[in-house]
């Protein structure tokens, strides 16, 4: 049997239907690479999770093979017209320093290579060459600033005490969205978020709602922010700021203690020191918990519990959540909800998807819609918000310029 020869990454498209996953820099990176689709299950409403797990559990029981792993990437809303999707690649790559593994599915073979198979260089994908248009999306930025000063006067009339506000913004390109080179760049310049591209949702984010490791699980909350400037004196003013703020520690409160509260049900969890987490355009206050499950919970069922986490919906869950539905009026789809991976031991990780785009194919070619949100506590001040949300879109912002100059 000849070695399998990995895929150029930087040329990967569309066509190729690929997942990727990937977390680190150099030789302790983790990246999880898919080529086509051997199963694909999807879900809606309020049981999505259970059910693409269940679907996934039967899926395996099918397998000869172990280790195999998904992609899976889950509406923000129970609501939501889009569908929640996990797809099991035809072929999967799982590369790290303890050597690369490569499932096909199709043929049946799972091989185990000592290092990363070198990539063959692909020809030039028939791929986007230029940036058509930026357009604001379905929430222009003066209707955002519209929504956060009323979410303002609902949160001091006591109707709820947070909501995360979003926007959007479209990039149309003249051609088709170049994946791999997309998720390469957010790579280089993003290597400690998590970088993503499931069923056209590409990013890297910050926010590691939930990874599960054989019992062990961890979980980041972010909330509360500040831009960063590249200038040191400034930056480090900023961060002394942020960790002073009473606005953003309450802002940060919430979204650790709807992560606490959670976990403290199904695992016996330690909390750090709320500390600034800096990344190369923002800094988010941040909050790690870390612990063991006390039973048995795979990490989609646990991304289930935790979601939506009043990092991207609010506090109380069910207020923010009919606050934001209204004010944002738009479909967020797979924004703000949980994208991962899952294997068939029941480990996994699972990031918010957060700084992404999601693709639209359209006739002239593809287009790529860009969110973000901000928490809108008391003393929010709707021009700081729309600003923090055009910071929120930088690193898709500047992949695209990279790949597409
Ligand atoms: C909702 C987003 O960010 C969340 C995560 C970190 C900090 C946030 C904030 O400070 O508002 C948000 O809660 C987004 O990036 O679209």
């Known amino acids: 049997m000849p070695e399998p020869v990995m895929p150029d990454l930087a040329a990967l498209t569309a066509k190729d239907k690929p997942t990727l996953w990937r977390h680190g820099s150099g030789s302790s990176a983790e990246t999880i690479v898919g080529i086509g689709e051997y199963a694909r299950f999807t879900a809606s409403g309020p049981d999505r999770f259970e059910s693409l797990q ?3 559990s039967a899926f395996c029981s099918t397998l000869r093979t172990s280790g195999v792993r998904a992609f899976v990437s889950v509406t923000f809303s129970p609501v939501s017209r889009y569908s929640s999707v996990l797809i099991v690649p035809r072929v999967q790559w799982h590369i790290s320093e303890r050597g690369t593994r490569v499932i096909d599915l199709a043929n049946g073979t799972d091989t185990i290579l000592d290092l990363p198979p070198a990539s063959p260089t692909a020809p030039p994908p028939a791929v986007a060459q230029h940036v058509l248009s930026r357009t604001e999306g379905d929430l ?8 956060v000063r009323e979410a303002v006067t609902r949160i001091v009339a006591g109707e709820l005490a947070k909501t995360v506000l979003a926007r959007d913004e479209v990039i149309q390109l003249d051609g088709a969205v170049p994946v791999g080179a997309l998720a390469q760049a957010l790579t280089e310049a993003y290597p400690t978020c998590w970088t993503f591209y499931v069923d056209g949702l590409i990013g890297a984010s910050p926010e590691m709602l939930v990874r599960v490791t054989n019992g062990e699980v961890r979980s980041r909350a972010l909330a509360g922010s ?10 480090q003013a900023a961060s002394d700021d942020l960790m002073t703020s009473a606005k953003d520690a309450s802002e940060h409160a919430y979204a650790a203690r709807s992560i606490i509260e959670v976990l403290r049900t199904i695992a016996d969890v330690e909390v750090s020191d709320t500390h600034v987490l800096r990344l190369p355009t923002i800094m988010h206050l941040a909050t790690d918990v870390t612990g063991f499950l006390t039973g048995e919970h795979s990490a989609l069922q646990v991304a289930g519990l935790l979601h939506p986490s009043a990092a991207i919906c609010g506090t109380p869950r069910d207020a923010a959540a009919r606050v934001l539905a209204e004010l944002e009026g738009f479909d967020r ?4 909800g949980p994208v991962g991976w899952v294997d068939d031991a029941g480990n996994g990780e699972f990031v918010i998807a957060l700084r992404c785009a999601l693709t639209e194919h359209r006739d002239e070619g593809d287009a790529l819609r860009l969110y973000a949100g901000a928490g809108i506590v008391v003393g929010s001040d709707p021009q700081t918000e729309l600003a923090e949300t055009a910071t929120k879109m930088l690193p898709m912002q500047r992949a695209i310029a990279q790949v597409l100059p």
């Not at 500040?226 to 930056?235: H, K, Q, W």
């Not at 789809?333 to 703000?336: K, R, V």
Request: glycine content about 12%; charged content about 15%; proline content about 8%.
């Open 54 to 56: 269940q679907q996934f």
């Open 333 to 336: 789809g797979p924004y703000s």
């Open 140 to 147: 222009t930025g003066e209707q955002f600033t519209a929504a």
């Open 226 to 235: 500040a831009p960063v400037t590249g200038d040191l004196d400034i930056d």
